[in-house]
């Protein structure tokens, strides 16, 4: 029979048990939602070779995750506009908070944590002032609420942590939408999207627009290589006859690059790029385009176009080993180093919009 003194012994040696790592999960490479053919959704975490690591039910349809940087646990975000955030142990699948979006507010799908995982960030929408905040929770406390700053925007999407560790970069869209319309867009003819970069307590430290002429080209989500370069990919809100670039390259105290296909090429991806990413050595930078079934990559150092991949729905991105991994929602897993890419069919998955990184360019 376990003795009083014996079972406190052993609950005090459990609770000084070190929390899992990413390692002890299998390492996966990035975190991605998607729907499996038993019709659940789920959080998947993937390697760069395709496996899956492990799959956690959610609730609903997620859009993107959040990574904590040293242990085995993720937020999962629901597609935007969401009021579910679940953060999972990604080693037992429990659920161990969820975030409730304050009232008047509702998540946009993307978070980042600071550099030692005490506090996340997330993207929000305040829809009655029709302005963004970034939400701060303390992931010390159960992810209580620690209060809000102002995103300097309007529809913030997406936030990454800065390599510096310091700072965000934030991806204000801005596309002002409010719950009651669903994902109506509501003031297409006067937004104005920006770039902004602020401390960890909110202070802005930059802000980039993009001319008049091109307002309505909604910055969505981000990427960000380990020297502070910044990719920025976009999806235009006007007329389709034009042919504005989808992808912006940007490094704080410089200019912006924004940078497209040539005009026939472009012209086929209908004014839409999903996700973006940076290759692994940082040379190449690179946006798919779900709606025009490509996958188009850019020479980052000269900010020029290289070439056109023609994949059919394909959105998930991140970097692989060497070049790129990216998904499809047909299931496929794919790599691209070359000319040519490397497809692994996974016909049970249908993936959704982005593959997060696990290890940030940090």
């Known amino acids: 029979m376990t ?34 053919d ?13 496996d899956v690591r492990f799959s956690i039910p959610l609730p609903g349809r997620g859009h993107a995750a959040a990574a904590h940087p040293h242990l085995a646990r993720a937020v999962a975000f629901a597609r935007r506009p969401g009021r579910f955030a679940l953060v ?15 009232d008047g507010r509702h998540f946009y799908g993307h978070g980042a944590f600071s550099p030692d995982g005490r506090r996340l960030f ?55 939408t409010h719950p009651e319309t669903g994902r109506t867009k509501l003031n297409l003819p006067t937004m104005c999207p ?29 990427a960000v290589r380990s020297d502070g370069l910044l990719a920025f990919a976009m999806q235009w809100q006007g007329n389709l006859s034009h042919k504005p670039a989808l992808l912006g390259l ?6 912006y690059h924004l940078l497209s296909a040539p005009d026939d090429i472009q012209a086929t991806l209908a004014g839409y790029a999903g996700s973006v990413a940076f290759s692994a050595e940082g040379r190449q930078v690179a946006i798919t385009c779900p709606r025009g079934n490509a996958l188009h990559v850019f020479d980052a150092e000269a900010a020029r176009f290289d070439r056109a991949h023609s994949l059919t729905d394909v ?36 993936w959704d919009n982005h ?4 290890r940030p360019a940090i």
């Open 250 to 255: 940007h490094r704080r105290g410089g200019r």
């Open 315 to 350: 959105c998930g991105l991140g970097p692989g080993p060497s070049g790129f991994v990216f998904t499809t929602g047909h299931g496929d897993v794919g790599h691209l180093t070359g000319p040519n890419p490397a497809i692994s069919p996974r016909p049970w998955i249908r």
């Open 3 to 36: 003795s009083r003194r014996g079972f406190l012994a052993g609950l005090a040696a459990a609770t000084l048990a070190p929390l899992p790592s990413w390692a002890e999960v299998g390492s996966p490479d990035f975190l991605s939602a998607a729907l499996f």
């Open 355 to 358: 593959l997060v990184p696990i």
């Open 194 to 222: 920006n770039l902004t970069y602020v401390s960890l307590d909110g202070s802005v430290l930059e802000q980039v627009e993009l001319p008049a002429a091109l307002h309505k080209n909604s910055i969505r989500h981000l």
């Open 88 to 102: 999972i142990d990604c080693a037992t699948g429990d659920q161990l908070a969820r975030l409730d979006a304050p």
């Open 38 to 50: 038993d019709g659940s959704y789920r959080l998947v975490g993937l390697t760069s070779s395709g």
């Open 122 to 176: 997330t993207t929000e929408n305040d829809y009655e002032a029709g302005t963004g905040v970034i939400g701060v929770w303390d992931a010390t406390k159960g992810y209580a609420r620690m209060g809000e700053f102002a995103s300097a925007g309007v529809g913030p999407h997406d936030v990454v942590l800065m390599p510096d560790g310091k700072s965000l970069a934030i991806a204000n869209g801005g596309i002002e």
